[in-house]
Structures are given as C-alpha cells and as structure tokens.
C-alpha cells in the first residue's frame, strides 16, 4: 500500500508524514527531499537555475522511481497532484490524503520561510498579509480541484500534529483491515 500526503505548501505534509510512518510502521520518503539529494540542490536553487518546469519533470519522474516501493508513506511537494499525469498515476497506484488547512494558519506558517519558491519573493520584500493572502487564494483557486480528489481529507488547521496523525492512522487502519478482508 502506498500512502500519499497531499495539501497547500507547510499544510504539515513533511512534519506530519515521518511520525505517521513511524506510528503505522511503514517506510517514509519525501518527494522534495528526494529531488534535492538526486539534483544536488536546494529546491529554491532549482526554481532559480533551472526554471519550475524543469522541476516538475524531475518530481513527476521521481514521484513514479519511489512509488516502486510497498508499504510506504510518501509526503508530497504542494503541486506535485495538479500535474494531471500524476494525479492520475497516484490514484491508481495509492491512498491519497489531502491535510486541509485554513488561510490564516497557512499564512502563519509561510510569512517567515524563504524555502518556498513560490513564495520567497513576498517574504524578501516584506510584503503584508494581504499579498500573501491574495497568492494563497490563487492558488487554491487552481489546485483546490486537484486536492479534492483525494481518498481522505483530514481538516488539520490549529490542530496538534499528535491528532492529525492519529486521525489519519485510524483511517488507513480501517483500510487496511478491510483489504485483509477480502
Ligand atoms: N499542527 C501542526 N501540524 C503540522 N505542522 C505544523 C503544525 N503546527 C505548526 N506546524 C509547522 O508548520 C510547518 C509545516 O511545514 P511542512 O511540514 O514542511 O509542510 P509541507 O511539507 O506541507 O509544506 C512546519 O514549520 C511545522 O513546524
Ligand atoms: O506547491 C508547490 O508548487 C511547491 C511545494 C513545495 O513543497 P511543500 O508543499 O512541501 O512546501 C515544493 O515542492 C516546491 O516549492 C513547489
Ligand atoms: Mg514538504
């Protein structure tokens, strides 16, 4: 079984995705740490150099490498389920789970990080509230339609990690007992 955590950039994918491995007993990769050990470069170094669509064919291409392994939890990049080809890869191959955070958390979250390309600029330029929230609101207009076809949404917003965890651990924990069913 391959598990896939999709959502908005710090909706909690990476933090989230080792403890819940950790609690099912299942093996853990992070596509953007993938792609950073295989390119050799920070994911904004990336962005800068080569330009996102070059990224996007390296994380297309990675997301399929890793989802040669079983029984693993794989934390996704924010985008990495708008490129349709993978939508559709991962919903033949996997349990997708979209970690679903409001505005406001997400704006807390991103305002101080200078690892987010798609957002560096409004943190370097000290921009306010609400540019950042303006960019959140666009992008969410265009990949909303995306995360929504995920297996399981779990509403995280303020909650502590230790919840959203077990939240999604009992929700695989069903899925797995019924599989073992059949
Ligand atoms: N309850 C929470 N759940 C998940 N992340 C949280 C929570 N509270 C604060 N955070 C912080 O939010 C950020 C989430 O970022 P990250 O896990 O890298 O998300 P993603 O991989 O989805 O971009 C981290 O800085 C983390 O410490
Ligand atoms: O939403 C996006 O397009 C991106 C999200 C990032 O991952 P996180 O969602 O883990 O921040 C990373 O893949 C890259 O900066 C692009
Ligand atoms: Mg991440």
Known sequence: MIIYLTGFMTSGKSTVGPILANVLGLDFYDLDEEIVKREGMSIVDIFEQ?????????????????SNNDDVII??????????????????NG?????????ETLYRRLKNKTDRPLFKDLVMNENGKEEFIKRINNLLDKRSRYYEQADLTIECDSRPVGLTVDRIAQSIQRKINEKNKH
């Open 50 to 66: 080569k330009g996102e669509s070059y990224f996007r064919k390296v994380e297309t291409r990675l997301l399929k490498e890793i």
């Open 95 to 103: 349990f997708i789970v979209y970690l679903k955070v409001d505005n």
């Open 75 to 92: 934390s996704l990049g924010g985008g990495t389920i708008t490129i349709d080809e993978n939508l559709k890869f991962m919903k033949e």
